[in-house]
Structure formats: structure tokens, C-alpha cells
């Protein structure tokens, strides 16, 4: 019990040192009148978004609330093996557990997003006003603002899942918080990416390259809108996509640990309180982690991205020692299971290294897309597109490896466990990736604001670390999902006490068919969807540059109607985050309950296969074309301006999407399908 | 025994036909002075590149015989299962049969490549001089040259299957024929769909981006190197795709049919001999179709098109009722297999169907790009993106669909014969794919030799065409690979006697990861081949117009270095070719020996899966882009010239690699790998 309770300690550590870093946050100066003008647009823009999502998914987890308290805690079709549990003593009481845990999990990942988007949306102009001073004050402002998310997602994680299980003590009914957790983060993942890019893009082709404007600059109606989607996308929906990727690869371990053949099946077994554990003592070196990122005034870039890189191995390193301590003291836990979580931390770091490889202007990859740029658009595209397939064969191998590895020291629960273990420092590596878009927006104010230049070239060089760091981060969430989502698959074959989806089986080689189909539709519906919105966005740029005086020229007094831009991203992106999340959620229902159980595990592989090619792919091709288009711009093959540049920024757009809307999007559908069928499998038998 | 010997004469007769139409075609006139210098080049110029491409071939093609000659023939290692076999009485002397197997199947593959590029090569100019006369003389040599190939490729495949078949009466060893047609498919496919692409690519960049030149310019040193690559890509790579799945189905139906569990070992045994008999009864059918495709002199595109559509459904249908009433009339074939049959038909047609919607310029997807394209080149690039992604829900469906249908009809046998069914009118399908590069190669040549322009008109609408068959075609070519490829996978279980490839056994879930990656890597490195190769064409066009006086502005007498193009094209697409061929044949094999015959059943269907999503994303993108290009051509947003076409050049340019080099290599890489599975896999146990 005493490890729950510390579990749970560390939560709420986390949650009270995030709040003390808001107050600090806060507390900074907010700048002059038109700093903290722009800041106020952002910040209504934002927060606007997020009230009217809240609102229409309010309605969403109402629905699936009564359809889990009815299917699956009161057991209407006769199916359900929540009754059988209860009559195992786990549960005295019948109710509505399994829906009341999903309610949780969708309040949880909600006030995540939330939190997360209101620091950002606070540190942004605080940032941009710190860095008047110098580098080093805005960098420790946009990096605890980071850390507020960060903390704040482990913090609720952990708090949530443990005290659930103690409640419970069945995994049944918490896989209900990762299915609430799931379902917020896969529409805040796909609203928000369409959001974002939809205003990103429809800037960029108008502002930038029909009326020549630079980034950032304030006649641009869509720049507002571009910068609100930084937070909706980048914080609020990274935040949840990695809120469920934690919580679930906790759930899921606990499944594999309690359904297992021969498990002790105690709600304290040490192999049921390891993930709990080993999540608390993540955060603790999280929080010490966090406080070492500090660098000197006259830093480079090269000692900024030390100063995170320390906090982050710092993090881990002591993570890993205390957990090696731990499970040296537990006569129970055999030592293998350290190497697993090594194993856990050893395969995110390589897959993020891997990611960085092959989208930061350092190295050959970057360049050749540069250089190929000279020769025209579909050069820059062919590629780009290169280089992002190929770029899978690291992360596929490193993968593959990390599972062998994991499986051979402690079967199917040692998947689990290595997520958990990847996921253990999330506190940190979180901030450094929610830092990114604080930065970035704190140079769309100091641009707009018509701060001094030196500012921007600051607040340039911080968000510049920001894409090196959230690259890496890419990498890593897609890898936790995988990991994740695989033990979420194997706790879905114990649970329905099925134990082979053997692809002989024409209904296994359907099922991964379809499975592999989704993560190709869903990327092709979002990809249509900004598609659309950044077409809508583009008009109405283009009407606002014709219809209003003087707005062009730069006339004084006069502004363009952000709010207009803002509100067709808003509209576009709810309307078109409704069909994808529908069909993740039917998909492995319909699949289980017409093609049957088996199918429905040959899906899951099939999507976890597909999606993980396919999301990488996209997310490293993105990342490649945006620096291959600021290799450019610092003055290679013509630099600003010429042919290849405006190439290169073809590359960029087209890229957008790609890393922020489709392929992230994935990483969520893979692991909502897998937790779907976790709680919905008994109805399939 | 009757039914082998009339397969075989099926096959007999449609190498007389096709040798009756290639002397029907050569003996027409091959045009004027103008036309027979630009056809000679031409013919040189693909010529040489077969010439080269075999030469490095033989070499590959000796190393293979000698591996299987001694690891499998004479069982070096003591784990091939050959003896064994032998010891059941099939063979009587031991020999290197599965070599000489393999080598009959490369041997085969090269002359059905060799033919059919011969008859091509001729086609283009007796088409475009017949053009002269009208649009039926053109339609019948154009369509006959692509006869030629179609016959070449079923004759060729079923009298080398049924011979080999009758001689050695054992699976595995014409399992042989299979791994000789795909090897050197792989290397016709990959290369040939290089040297195409880089050549058009470099054509459509430098001639008519930068130097504003129209289409097939003679002006344009590109021009012959890309007239080249539509005769070494889309004819010579097209044919030996085909004609490995083809032998492919029909070698994976018998290994099937003879190894399931109670199987009735016989070489007559009715479920054994009927692909083959189908495929005869295919060939008499696609005969009789080939002969009904004509139309009147002032036909439209309507009617050209129906008229192929009767052919081809006449066919189908002929081949039905013959199929059906050979069932019929034999006691010990239920008649369950006829509806197998059908299903294999269906699926083709449905996939064909699907593909068309998505790719032709007369619905929704295809005018959603060029109105998208009004808004940039990143807005075209996305919208095809799209449309891609999910145009493969359909296929996926429905490939789905007859997997489950012809299982539970015939279990993995059915899989086997649905293939063979959707392949068994080849001769007219693959007639009328083949038939669009002469009519494009024969509007080239009008363009370059200065023929009145109503001649280029009448081959255009020939080309029109043969882009809509040809789009079927590559659907066709996808589903029936993925079928026969599974057939293949399914066929590797059973000689190993392997009964389940469980995805919750950590090696079999890694090793379809790896398969999965596969495609990916496959893709990349062709597309950044054809990205490569494609910058040197396009710096040695840009040479030529600097240094060559009186190019560019078409001064009489003087004339680009097209040999120099070619020369560009030829040795880039070679080199190209060698990795990625390694890599196919060597990945199942290290997967078996390293991780084990598990593991390499789920990297088979982990192929399966991800390439067949990959390869229909690609062909449809591909597709799509082309027409869109066309529609805006047509006058559609701003026509020829606007900024909306420029957009969609850069689509199509993007898509040409697509479409015509990735997405088609991966059809045999999936078919190579489960080949060499099964040929190889004993030794693996």
C-alpha cells in the first residue's frame, strides 16, 4: 500500500511545483500595452477554441458514458465480465465503475489541455517581454511554462490511475480513464492539428507568398489564427496525445500483470504496483531534472540545447537508478525487469535521435532536400518524401528490437512495462517539447508588437532549439504509442482469453487489412480537411487584402479582422475532428462484433503496424521540409527569395500537415482503438 | 492428362496469334523519313537499355542458379525438403531442378519483356502513321501491338508452368519458375520505372517549366530518353509484373492444392489441374475478346472505350461459362469453386472501377485537386496527398471481401484460385494496358516528326484512353499481386508445415513490423533514385541548351544530343536498381535463418498488408495528379499557362514517380519475398 500512497505523493508533487512555476510564470512581467494586446487575442482566440470543443464533446462523453454504464457496468446484453469480477470481491457494489472511470479519464485529459493552454497563452508574451532583457530570463520563462504542462499531465495521470485502482483493483474498470483520455485526446489531437495547420498554411500562401509579407507580420488577418493554433495544437493537443499515452501504458501493464496465466492476482502484487511506482519516481526525477535547465546570458545555442539535454538524461539516469533501487530491495521483482525499462528509455532515446537525424539541418538528409530544391516544387516534394519513407527503418528496427528484448526478460507484461519505463520521465521531456510553441509564439508577438529585432533574433534562436527538441519529441510520442497501444492489444487477447490472432486465419489477415486501412484514411480525411480549411482561410485573407483600405500598404490605424480568420479555423477544424473520431471509435466495435473477436485482433496489429510506418513517415518528411526550408534562409542554394526558397517553402507547407495534423493524429488512433477493444472485447466473444 | 496438354496448347495458340499479329503490325507502313529516324532512335535507345539491363542480370541470375543448386537441389546444409520429395516418388534423379525451374522462369520473363518491347517499338510508328488515315487503322495497330504482349506473357507463363509442372510434378521445385519470373520482374519494374521517370521528370522540368517548350518538343534533349522510358517502364516492366503474377497464382494454387492437409497427391488431381485449366480456358477467351476490339472511323472516346470495355468483359464472361462448364462436367469439383472464380473477377473489376473514380477527370476527387491547385502548388500537392490516402478504402474492402468469400467457399486454396480467376483473361486485360504507351509513344513521335497536327489529336484521344485502362490496369495489377502474394505467404506455411503465424508471439509481430517497413524503404529509395537521376537529366538539358547555339530557338539543323539523355537515364536507373533488389531477396532470408520461420510469416503478411495500402496511396496520388493536370488543360480554372496549371504540373511530377515507379515495384516486392519464402523456407526450420 505504501507504494500506491507514494505513487500518488509524487502526483501531487508534481501538481503543486506546476502551480508554483504558473505563479512564477505569472508573476513576470507582461510587457507594454501592444505586447499584451496581441497576448489578449491570442489568448481569447485560444480559449475560445477550447470552450466550444469542450462543448460539443461535453455532449460526446455524455453518450458514451450511458452506453458504458449500460453495456459494459450493468451488463444489459449478458456479455459483460465486469459482474464476474465483482463476484471475484474485488467489487462489493454494482455501478456505473467502468463509465465513472471513463468520465475521469475525459475530466482529466480535458483539465490537462486546459492548464497547459492557459500557461502557454500567459508565458508567450511574458517570454517575448523577457527577452528585452536577455536569453536567459526567456528561456527559463517559455521553459517552466513547458514544465507546467509537463507536470501537470504526469501529475493527473498518475493521481488518477492510482487512486482508481484503488478504488477498483480491476483493470476492466480502469481502462475506462485511458478510453476517456484517449477519446479527448484524439479529437484535441485532430480539432487542433486541423486548426492549426488550416491557419499555418492558409499565412503562409497568402500572406507570405502572394503579398510578400514577412512572417508574423500584422497585416496578415491569418496571423492571429496561426499563432492561437501553436497552443491549440501544439500544447493542448501534444499534451493530451502523451496525457493518454502515460496513463494507458500504466493501465495496460497493470492489465498484463493481473490477467496474466498464474498471476498473483492482489491489487498490491509487485509486479501490479512496479508501473505505479516506477511513474512516481519518474516524476521525482522529472521535477529534479526541471530544475537544472538554466543556462548562462551569453549562451549559445549549443550550451541552450545542452542545458536541456542535461535536465532530460539528468531525469532519466535518476529515474533509472531509483528504480533500480527499488526493485533490488523487492525480493519479488527480478532484476530483468530493470533491463526492461532500460530498454524502455534506450529505444525512445534512439528513436528520437534517429528523428533528429533526419530532420535537422546538421546533416546530409536536410541538405539533399535543400539541394534538391534548385531543380523546382516537385524536386523539393519527391524528396522530401524520400527521405521521410526511409527514415522508418531506424525507429522500425529499434522498435522491433526494444519488443524482442522486453518480451524474451518478461513476456508480454515486459511491452508494457518498457512504455512505461520510455513514458517515466515524461514530466521533463514533455516540457522541453511544450516549451517549443511558447517560444514560438512569444516571436509572432515581439514581431508583431514592433519590438526591437534583437528580441526576435532571441526568441528565433529559442524556437529554433524548440523544432530540434520537438522533433525528438515526435519521435518519442509516436514510439510510447506503439509500445502502448501493443500492450494494450496483448491486455486485449488476456482479457477475452484468446491467445493466438494467428494471420492464417482469413478473418486475422482481414481484420489487420482494415487495421492497417484506417491509419491511410484517417491521414487521408485530415490531410482533406486542412486541405480545405487553409482553402477557406485563404480567401478570406485575400477578400480582407482587397476590400479593406490601406491594409496592404501598411496605412496606420489599420488592422486587419483576426477574429474573422479566427473563426474559420475555429468552425472548420470542430467540424472536421467529428468524422475521423467517429470512425476510431466504431471501427473496432463494428469489426468485433460482425467479423468477430479474432479479426478484431488482427486489426489492431494491422493499425499498429500500418499506423507507425505511416505516422512516422509523415511526421519525419514534415520535419525534414521545414528545415530544409530554413537551411535555405540562412543563405544556401540563394537563400531568402530565390527559386529554391520558394520551392522550399512548398515543401514546408505541404510538410505542415504532415508532422502536425495527420501523422500525430495516428499515434492517438492506434492507441483508441486498442483501448476500445480492452473494455468493448468481452462483447465480442 | 488431357486437361495439362490443352492448357498448353492454349498457350501454344496465343504465341501463334501473337506471332500472326506481329507480323499483322510490322508489315504496316512505318511512315515517312521524319517518323522512321525518331522510331529508329527510339528503338535504339530501349534496346539498348534491355540489352544493358540483361547483361547485368545474367550475372545475378548464374549466382542464383548456383545458391539453389546447392542449398536446395543437392541439400547441402540437409535441411531442404527436395529429397524428401523425391523419395516419394516424384522425381527419380536427383538434379538441379528448382535452378533450372528458376532459370526457365527468368529466361521467360526476359523474352516476354524483349517481345513485348519489339512489337512496341514498331507499334509507335505504324500507329502514328496510320493516324494519318483515321482513328480506327491507329486504334487496331496500337491495340494489336499491345495484343502481342498480352499473348506473349499468358503463352509464355502457362506452357513454362504446365511443362514444368508435368516434367517435374512437384511444387517446389516450379515454385522455381515463380522466384526466376519475379527476380528479374523486380529488377525490369524498378530500373525501368526509374529510367521512365527520371527521363520524364527531367523533360518536364527543364523543357517545358523552364524553357517553356510544348510537350514531345524535339527541341527538348529529353524527349527520346522519355519516348524510351515509356516503352522500358511501362511496357517491358508492366509485362514481367504480370507475368509473375500470372505463374505466380498459378504455381501458389498447385503448392496448395498439393500440400494441404489430406490432399490428394496426384499431378491430375482434379483441384491441381484446374488453374491451369482455367488459365487455358482464359487464353481462348482473351483471344476471341482481342479480335472484337474495333470501332467505327468516326467513333468518339465513348465508343473507344466501349469498345475495349467489350472486349474485355466478353472475355471475362466467356471464360465464366467455360470454367463453369468444365466444373460441372467433373463429379470431384464442387461447384463452389466456380463462385470462387467469379469473386476473383468481381474484386478486379471492383478495384479497376474504384480506381478509375478516383483517378479519371470526370468525378468528384480529380476536379477537387485542380479547383485546390487555385491556391498553390502546396494546396495541389496536399489535395492529391488526400484523395490518395483514402482512395484506398474501396480496394481494401473489397479485397477483403473475396479473401473471406473464397475461404470459406475453398479455404486457402480458394485465395489461390481467386487470383488465377481475377488474372485468367490476362491476355485482353494486359493487351489493352500495354496499348497506351504505343499510342502515347506514337503521339510523340507525330509531334517530333512534324506531322499534321489532326494526327496528334487522333493519337491524343488514343492516349486518353490508355490512360484510363492503364489506371485500371495498375489497380488490377495491385489486387491480383496482393492475392497471389497471400497465396504464396499461405503456401509457405503449409511446405513448412507451420499452422499459425500468431501476432501475440512477440517474433512473428516483429518480423510483420519489419515486413510493414519494407514497402516504406522500397518507396524511398526509389523515389530519391528517381529524384537523383532526374537532377543529372535536368543539369545535362540545361547544359545542352547553354552550349548548343540555336537549340532553344529551334534553328534549322540543329538538334539536341538525345543519345547523351539516354545514356543519362540508362546508367542511373541501373545502378539504381541493384539495392533494392538485393534487399527483397535477401530480407525474408535473413529474417528466416536470424529470427526464424515464424517470425518470417508475419514479416510476409506484414508486406502484404502495408505494401498493398502503400502501393494503391501511391498509384492513386499518381493518378489523380495526371488527370487533374489534363482537366485544367482542358480550359478548366484558368487552362494552359495559369498559375493553377503550373500548380498542377508540379502534381503531376510529383505523381509520375508515384504512380509509375514506387507504387508498381511494390507489387513484386511483396510477390519476390513470398517466393523466396517458399522456396527457401525448409531450410529455415
Same mark, same amino acid.
Given at each position: 500500500?505504501?507504494?500506491? /500512497?507514494?505513487?500518488?505523493?509524487?502526483?501531487?508533487?508534481?501538481?503543486?511545483?506546476?502551480?508554483?512555476?504558473?505563479?512564477?510564470?505569472?508573476?513576470?512581467?507582461?510587457?507594454?500595452?501592444?505586447?499584451?494586446?496581441?497576448?489578449?487575442?491570442?489568448?481569447?482566440?485560444?480559449?475560445?477554441?477550447?470552450?466550444?470543443?469542450?462543448?460539443?464533446?461535453?455532449?460526446?462523453?455524455?453518450?458514451?458514458?450511458?452506453?458504458?454504464?449500460?453495456?459494459?457496468?450493468?451488463?444489459?446484453?449478458?456479455?459483460?465480465?465486469?459482474?464476474?469480477?465483482?463476484?471475484?470481491?474485488?467489487?462489493?457494489?454494482?455501478?456505473?465503475?467502468?463509465?465513472?472511470?471513463?468520465?475521469?479519464?475525459?475530466?482529466?485529459?480535458?483539465?490537462?489541455?486546459?492548464?497547459?493552454?492557459?500557461?502557454?497563452?500567459?508565458?508567450?508574451?511574458?517570454?517575448?517581454?523577457?527577452?528585452?532583457?536577455?536569453?536567459?530570463?526567456?528561456?527559463?520563462?517559455?521553459?517552466?511554462?513547458?514544465?507546467?504542462?509537463?507536470?501537470? !499531465?504526469?501529475?493527473?495521470?498518475?493521481?488518477?490511475?492510482?487512486?482508481?485502482?484503488?478504488?477498483?483493483?480491476?483493470?476492466?474498470?480502469?481502462?475506462?480513464?485511458?478510453?476517456?483520455?484517449? @477519446?479527448?485526446?484524439?479529437?484535441?489531437?485532430?480539432?487542433?492539428?486541423?486548426?492549426? =495547420?488550416?491557419?499555418?498554411?492558409?499565412?503562409?500562401?497568402?500572406?507570405?507568398?502572394?503579398?510578400?509579407?514577412?512572417?508574423?507580420?500584422?497585416?496578415?488577418?491569418?496571423?492571429?489564427?496561426?499563432?492561437?493554433?501553436?497552443?491549440?495544437?501544439?500544447?493542448?493537443?501534444?499534451?493530451?496525445?502523451?496525457?493518454?499515452?502515460?496513463?494507458?501504458?500504466?493501465?495496460?501493464?497493470?492489465?498484463?500483470?493481473?490477467?496474466?496465466?498464474?498471476?498473483?492476482?492482489?491489487?498490491?502484487?509487485?509486479?501490479?504496483?512496479?508501473?505505479?511506482?516506477?511513474?512516481?519516481?519518474?516524476?521525482?526525477?522529472?521535477?529534479?531534472?526541471?530544475?537544472?535547465? +538554466?543556462?548562462?546570458?551569453?549562451?549559445?545555442?549549443?550550451?541552450?540545447?545542452?542545458?536541456?539535454?542535461?535536465?532530460?538524461?539528468?531525469?532519466?539516469?535518476?529515474?533509472?537508478?531509483?528504480?533500480?533501487?527499488?526493485?533490488?530491495?523487492?525480493?519479488?521483482?527480478?532484476?530483468?525487469?530493470?533491463?526492461?525499462?532500460? !530498454?524502455?528509455?534506450?529505444?525512445?532515446?534512439?528513436?528520437?535521435?534517429?528523428?533528429? /537525424?533526419?530532420?535537422?539541418?546538421?546533416?546530409?538528409? !536536410?541538405?539533399?532536400?535543400?539541394?534538391?530544391?534548385?531543380? $523546382?516544387?516537385?524536386?523539393?516534394?519527391?524528396?522530401?518524401?524520400?527521405?521521410?519513407?526511409?527514415?522508418?527503418?531506424?525507429?522500425?528496427?529499434?522498435?522491433?528490437?526494444?519488443?524482442?528484448?522486453? /518480451?524474451?526478460?518478461?513476456?508480454?507484461?515486459?511491452? $508494457?512495462?518498457?512504455?512505461?519505463?520510455?513514458?517515466?520521465?515524461? $514530466?521533463?521531456?514533455?516540457?522541453?517539447?511544450? /516549451?517549443?510553441?511558447?517560444?514560438?509564439?512569444?516571436?509572432?508577438?515581439?514581431?508583431?508588437?514592433?519590438?526591437?529585432?534583437?528580441?526576435?533574433?532571441?526568441?528565433?534562436?529559442?524556437?529554433?532549439?524548440?523544432?530540434?527538441?520537438?522533433?525528438?519529441?515526435?519521435?518519442?510520442?509516436?514510439? @510510447?504509442?506503439?509500445?502502448?497501444?501493443?500492450?494494450?492489444?496483448?491486455?486485449?487477447?488476456?482479457?477475452?482469453?484468446?491467445?493466438?490472432?494467428?494471420?492464417?486465419?482469413?478473418?486475422?489477415?482481414?481484420?489487420?487489412?482494415?487495421?492497417?486501412?484506417?491509419?491511410?484514411?484517417?491521414?487521408?480525411?485530415?490531410?482533406?480537411? !486542412?486541405?480545405?480549411?487553409?482553402?477557406?482561410?485563404?480567401?478570406?485573407?485575400?477578400?480582407?487584402?482587397?476590400?479593406?483600405?490601406?491594409?496592404?500598404?501598411?496605412?496606420?490605424?489599420?488592422?486587419?479582422?483576426?477574429?474573422?480568420?479566427?473563426?474559420? @479555423?475555429? +468552425?472548420?477544424?470542430?467540424?472536421?475532428?467529428?468524422?475521423?473520431?467517429?470512425?476510431?471509435?466504431?471501427?473496432?466495435?463494428?469489426?468485433?462484433?460482425?467479423?468477430?473477436?479474432?479479426?478484431?485482433?488482427?486489426?489492431?496489429?494491422? @493499425?499498429?503496424?500500418?499506423?507507425?510506418?505511416?505516422?512516422?513517415?509523415?511526421?519525419?518528411?514534415?520535419?525534414?521540409?521545414?528545415?530544409?526550408?530554413?537551411?535555405?534562409?540562412?543563405?544556401?542554394?540563394?537563400?531568402?527569395?530565390?527559386?529554391?526558397?520558394?520551392?522550399?517553402?512548398?515543401?514546408?507547407?505541404? $510538410?505542415?500537415?504532415?508532422?502536425?495534423?495527420?501523422?500525430?493524429?495516428?499515434?492517438?488512433?492506434? =492507441?483508441?482503438?486498442?483501448?476500445?477493444?480492452?473494455?468493448?472485447?468481452?462483447?465480442?466473444?
Amino acid at each position: 500500500m505504501t507504494e500506491l /500512497y507514494i505513487a500518488i505523493g509524487a502526483g501531487v508533487l508534481a501538481l503543486l511545483v506546476a502551480a508554483f512555476l504558473f505563479r512564477l510564470v505569472t508573476n513576470q512581467p507582461s510587457g507594454g500595452h501592444a505586447v499584451q494586446e496581441i497576448g489578449a487575442l491570442i489568448q481569447e482566440g485560444a480559449m475560445a477554441f477550447l470552450r466550444r470543443e469542450y462543448t460539443i464533446l461535453a455532449g460526446f462523453v455524455v453518450i458514451i458514458f450511458i452506453v458504458l454504464a449500460v453495456l459494459i457496468d450493468f451488463n444489459v446484453t449478458g456479455n459483460s465480465t465486469i459482474e464476474n469480477l465483482i463476484s471475484d470481491g474485488n467489487l462489493s457494489v454494482t455501478g456505473p465503475w467502468t463509465a465513472i472511470a471513463y468520465l475521469a479519464g475525459a475530466i482529466g485529459s480535458a483539465l490537462a489541455g486546459y492548464i497547459g493552454m492557459n500557461i502557454a497563452v500567459r508565458g508567450n508574451t511574458r517570454t517575448a517581454t523577457a527577452a528585452e532583457t536577455g536569453l536567459n530570463p526567456a528561456l527559463r520563462i517559455a521553459f517552466n511554462s513547458g514544465a507546467v504542462m509537463g507536470l501537470t !499531465v504526469v501529475g493527473i495521470g498518475i493521481v488518477g490511475v492510482t487512486i482508481l485502482w484503488l478504488i477498483f483493483g480491476n483493470p476492466n474498470v480502469i481502462a475506462g480513464f485511458g478510453f476517456g483520455a484517449s @477519446s479527448i485526446a484524439l479529437f484535441a489531437r485532430v480539432g487542433g492539428g486541423i486548426y492549426t =495547420k488550416a491557419a499555418d498554411v492558409g499565412a503562409d500562401l497568402v500572406g507570405k507568398v502572394e503579398a510578400g509579407l514577412p512572417e508574423d507580420d500584422p497585416r496578415n488577418p491569418a496571423v492571429i489564427a496561426d499563432n492561437v493554433g501553436d497552443n491549440v495544437g501544439d500544447v493542448a493537443g501534444m499534451g493530451a496525445d502523451l496525457f493518454e499515452s502515460y496513463a494507458g501504458s500504466i493501465i495496460a501493464t497493470i492489465a498484463l500483470a493481473w490477467t496474466a496465466a498464474n498471476a498473483v492476482q492482489d491489487i498490491e502484487a509487485p509486479k501490479i504496483v512496479l508501473p505505479m511506482m516506477l511513474a512516481g519516481i519518474g516524476i521525482f526525477a522529472s521535477i529534479i531534472g526541471t530544475s537544472i535547465v +538554466r543556462t548562462k546570458d551569453d549562451a549559445t545555442m549549443g550550451n541552450l540545447l545542452w542545458s536541456l539535454r542535461f535536465g532530460i538524461f539528468g531525469a532519466g539516469i535518476l529515474a533509472l537508478i531509483g528504480t533500480g533501487i527499488y526493485i533490488l530491495m523487492n525480493d519479488s521483482l527480478s532484476f530483468d525487469l530493470f533491463w526492461v525499462i532500460l !530498454v524502455g528509455l534506450v529505444v525512445g532515446q534512439v528513436i528520437g535521435t534517429a528523428t533528429e /537525424y533526419f530532420t535537422s539541418y546538421e546533416f546530409a538528409p !536536410v541538405k539533399w532536400i535543400a539541394q534538391q530544391s534548385q531543380t $523546382g516544387h516537385p524536386s523539393t516534394i519527391i524528396a522530401g518524401i524520400a527521405i521521410g519513407l526511409y527514415s522508418t527503418v531506424i525507429p522500425t528496427i529499434a522498435i522491433a528490437a526494444g519488443i524482442w528484448i522486453a /518480451y524474451e526478460l518478461a513476456g508480454l507484461y515486459g511491452i $508494457g512495462l518498457a512504455a512505461v519505463g520510455m513514458l517515466s520521465t515524461l $514530466g521533463i521531456t514533455l516540457a522541453t517539447d511544450a /516549451y517549443g510553441p511558447v517560444a514560438d509564439n512569444a516571436g509572432g508577438i515581439a514581431e508583431q508588437a514592433g519590438l526591437d529585432p534583437e528580441v526576435r533574433e532571441r526568441t528565433d534562436s529559442l524556437d529554433a532549439l524548440g523544432n530540434t527538441t520537438a522533433a525528438t519529441g515526435k519521435g518519442f510520442a509516436i514510439g @510510447s504509442a506503439v509500445l502502448t497501444a501493443m500492450a494494450l492489444m496483448a491486455a486485449y487477447g488476456q482479457v477475452i482469453d484468446i491467445d493466438s490472432f494467428d494471420l492464417l486465419q482469413p478473418k486475422v489477415l482481414i481484420g489487420a487489412l482494415v487495421g492497417a486501412l484506417l491509419p491511410f484514411l484517417f491521414a487521408g480525411l485530415t490531410m482533406q480537411a !486542412v486541405g480545405t480549411a487553409a482553402g477557406h482561410m485563404i480567401e478570406e485573407v485575400r477578400r480582407q487584402f482587397r476590400e479593406i483600405p490601406g491594409l496592404r500598404e501598411g496605412a496606420p490605424g489599420v488592422r486587419p479582422d483576426a477574429a474573422r480568420a479566427v473563426d474559420i @479555423s475555429t +468552425r472548420g477544424s470542430l467540424k472536421a475532428m467529428i468524422l475521423p473520431g467517429l470512425i476510431a471509435i466504431a471501427a473496432p466495435i463494428l469489426v468485433g462484433l460482425f467479423v468477430g473477436a479474432h479479426a478484431l485482433g488482427g486489426m489492431l496489429a494491422g @493499425s499498429i503496424i500500418a499506423g507507425f510506418l505511416l505516422a512516422i513517415f509523415m511526421a519525419n518528411a514534415g520535419g525534414a521540409w521545414d528545415n530544409a526550408k530554413k537551411y535555405i534562409e540562412l543563405g544556401n542554394f540563394g537563400g531568402k527569395g530565390s527559386d529554391p526558397h520558394a520551392a522550399a517553402v512548398t515543401g514546408d507547407t505541404v $510538410g505542415d500537415p504532415f508532422k502536425d495534423t495527420s501523422g500525430p493524429a495516428i499515434n492517438i488512433l492506434l =492507441k483508441l482503438m486498442a483501448v476500445v477493444s480492452l473494455i468493448f472485447g468481452p462483447l465480442f466473444i
